[in-house]
């Protein structure tokens, strides 16, 4: 028998004890990072948490309906929220989210509080907010068919019986993007593709490519115009009239100016309706202009074009079926959760002219117009399925929901103003057209920044959230009335609560 000397012995232990050890490293960090997978996708903790969550949820919704309400804002400097966040992220591991959760809703704007009305967001209907839920759950993008089966056939659907409200044709169709900023640029960008070759060839030979706005347009025109590329220069303003809307007497003007100075006018927006006061171009008018000059008509209905639902204000909308594009943000005026924005084109051929490259991982066909692979017509690839929220919305309660929000909305705007109107301490910047007041406290007195003091003072006490504005370098108090269930009683005290303050 071969002899195995006592190196050669103990050189085969240290190698097979070496293996061992491999094996067992090997074995036993899978297995603990195995029990912390198997606890973050256990469906009896998704289960529980979930209960809990959706119990929470629903006590600061009664609780905001209450008569008496918790406080709208509970604001900390942004150095103390910092900290708290920090010193959280620091601390142990949760085995429960809820105190997290609780912490999360405590430390943000509740924005089902019927006191809530600084920004242009509404408190979402649980029903939408539920529909959020489960796109977060399936996290289907929509680029392509296969990952956005369903989320590309209800957009379809959803922009497409909008085309037919703003009276855009039968051949109107498009999509939805994740926002009015990006709706914007979107639009844009298809203009500017109808009438040059920029996409593909550079701005080289369209460095005189303009646009015309309102005065009163969203910063997100401007914005979106200088990524564009056309600088300030390539931005004309308008002015506006009494109303705070653009003065469609002087486009002709305006027109010829640009002309004379080099410039080619490509496209021009109407608000429908503006940020800061709520107003509403007369879209006729511009959309008559726009057809004479042969440019791209888009209405930025971000906010307003939700009027369409109400028999009693969609007169604020006359002239919209002659509008290129449209967008209109179902985040605003339409109770869904942020973001989600519908792109509307009369043309719906005109969608793909905005991103026309080839991507073979994403499409077999690369040239063809396919509706299904929203990828050929939006920025984005990996697409949030916001279209589940306002789809829900649409089931469950049908058109009556928004046009009840737009009637309770707008009206509660026009009683709001009759009240400032009837309180000599106070002075309305311009009657409401929507569901923006602007507003401010007027005395001899009090200097003239006295309303930017009294923001400070809402905000400190916390039952109210309002913000301001700039209108004719006056400083505003600006209220944006979101929540259908805020009474007039609750405006009536925030203008008590002003006449009130120690100033």
Request: net charge negative.
């Amino acid at each position: 028998m071969h002899r195995v000397s006592r190196v050669q012995f103990a050189m085969h232990s240290l190698r097979r004890d070496a293996s061992r050890l491999y094996e067992n490293i090997n074995l036993n960090l899978p297995v603990f990072m195995e029990s912390q997978i198997s606890k973050a996708f256990s469906p009896e903790d998704f289960r529980a948490n979930g209960h809990k969550l959706i119990d929470m949820l629903a006590d600061q919704l009664s609780k905001s309906q209450s008569t008496n309400p918790d406080h709208t804002i509970l604001r900390e400097t942004p150095d103390d929220q910092l900290k708290f966040w920090q010193d959280d992220l620091n601390s142990s591991l949760l085995d429960d989210p809820g105190e997290l959760f609780k912490d999360m809703l405590s430390r943000s704007i509740n924005l089902y509080s019927r006191r809530c009305m600084g920004h242009q967001v509404p408190p979402p209907a649980p029903a939408a907010v539920l529909g959020s839920l489960l796109s977060g759950f399936l996290n289907n993008g929509s680029a392509v068919y296969e990952m956005g089966m369903t989320g590309n056939a209800l957009e379809k659907i959803v922009t497409e019986s909008l085309a037919q409200k703003f009276g855009l044709g039968a051949d109107a169709s498009g999509f939805v993007t994740s926002g009015g900023t990006l709706g914007n640029l979107t639009v844009l960008l298809a203009a500017r593709a109808a009438v040059t070759d920029v996409w593909d060839h550079g701005l080289a030979g369209h460095n005189n490519l303009a646009i015309m706005v309102s005065e009163e347009s969203h910063y997100s025109v401007d914005r979106a115009a200088r990524i564009m590329g056309l600088g300030s220069e390539g931005i004309i303003k308008v002015p506006v009239n009494n109303k705070y809307q653009l003065r469609t007497d002087l486009l002709d003007e305006y027109l010829e100016k640009a002309e004379r100075s080099g410039k080619k006018v490509f496209c021009i927006i109407g608000c429908a309706c503006s940020t800061s006061t709520g107003a509403y171009d007369d879209l006729r008018a511009i959309g008559a202009f726009a057809k004479k000059h042969n440019i791209w008509l888009h209405v930025d209905g971000a906010h307003g074009a939700a009027a369409i639902y109400s028999l009693q204000y969609k007169t604020l909308l006359d002239g919209i079926e002659l509008a290129d594009s449209v967008i209109i943000d179902f985040h605003k005026m339409m109770l869904t959760p942020s973001l989600s924005t519908a792109v509307i084109y009369k043309r719906g051929s005109d969608s793909y002219k905005t991103f026309a490259q080839k991507a073979q991982y994403l499409w077999a066909d690369q040239e063809k117009e396919e509706w299904h692979n929203s990828g050929k017509r939006t920025f984005e690839c990996t697409k949030p399925m916001s279209i589940l929220s306002i789809y829900t919305l649409m089931r469950m309660y049908g058109d009556e929901l928004f046009e009840e929000n737009i009637e309770t909305l707008f009206s509660l705007a026009r009683e709001f103003a009759a009240l400032i109107k009837s309180n000599k301490n106070f002075e309305l910047a311009c009657e409401p057209q929507s569901n923006i007041v602007c507003f401010k406290y007027v005395s001899k007195k009090l200097a003239e920044d006295v309303n930017k003091k009294i923001l400070q003072h809402l905000i400190a006490d916390g039952r109210y959230y309002i913000v301001s504005t700039t209108i004719n370098e006056n400083s505003y108090l600006r209220t944006a009335i979101m929540n259908p269930l805020t009474r007039i009683s609750e405006l009536a005290g925030l203008l008590d609560l002003i006449d009130g303050l120690d100033l």
